[in-house]
């Protein structure tokens, strides 16, 4: 219990500190020459749309940025009580190794697609209603996704 008490009093100094420093920020730049801001700022990587690929039904519900290279996307149809997952490409190109993945700890299961694409892997189809599922993409060894998420009603009957 002290510990969890010492994780909970840290958290909130770190989150305390972050938000000091957001309130700060804005004060700060505006001191700085507006020239100096515009050529300051990084630009905001473009993230890549869903293309539809897993068809017609299925509802994007998570999806993580793969660093500049585009994004994975996890989507859902309640009709069919599947999920699926595909790798996007911001920007189509040359072919390069890519990946999709979805899978659930028990009964352990995973269906990937890998190859070299030029513009998306998958689609990856996955009956995991009731289930927690781990999902991630993969663009030229840059790796996003995340591990037991969407979890699905647990009194979801599985078939």
């Keep these: 219990m002290t510990i ?3 994780a909970s009093a840290i958290g ?5 500190t972050a ?3 957001i309130a700060v920020a804005p004060a700060a730049a505006a001191a700085e020459p507006a020239a100096q801001r515009a050529t300051a700022a990084p630009k905001a990587a473009a993230a890549a749309k869903y293309n539809g690929a897993c068809g017609s039904g299925y509802s994007v519900v998570n999806s993580a940025q793969i660093g500049t290279k585009g994004t994975v996307f996890l989507t859902y149809s309640s009709a069919t009580g599947k999920n699926c997952v595909v790798t996007v490409r911001t920007t189509p190109a040359k072919a390069v190794h890519m990946t999709a993945s979805l899978g659930f700890a028990s009964p352990t299961t995973t269906v990937t697609d890998t190859g070299y694409y030029t513009t998306y892997a998958g689609p990856v189809y996955l009956d995991a209603r009731g289930l927690c599922v781990t999902w991630r993409g993969e663009i030229s060894g840059e790796v996003a996704g995340k591990n037991g998420t969407n979890c699905g009603s647990l009194t979801a009957n599985r078939h």
């Design 4 to 6: 969890i008490r010492r």
């Design 12 to 16: 909130a100094a770190v989150t305390a």
């Design 19 to 21: 938000c000091a420093a």
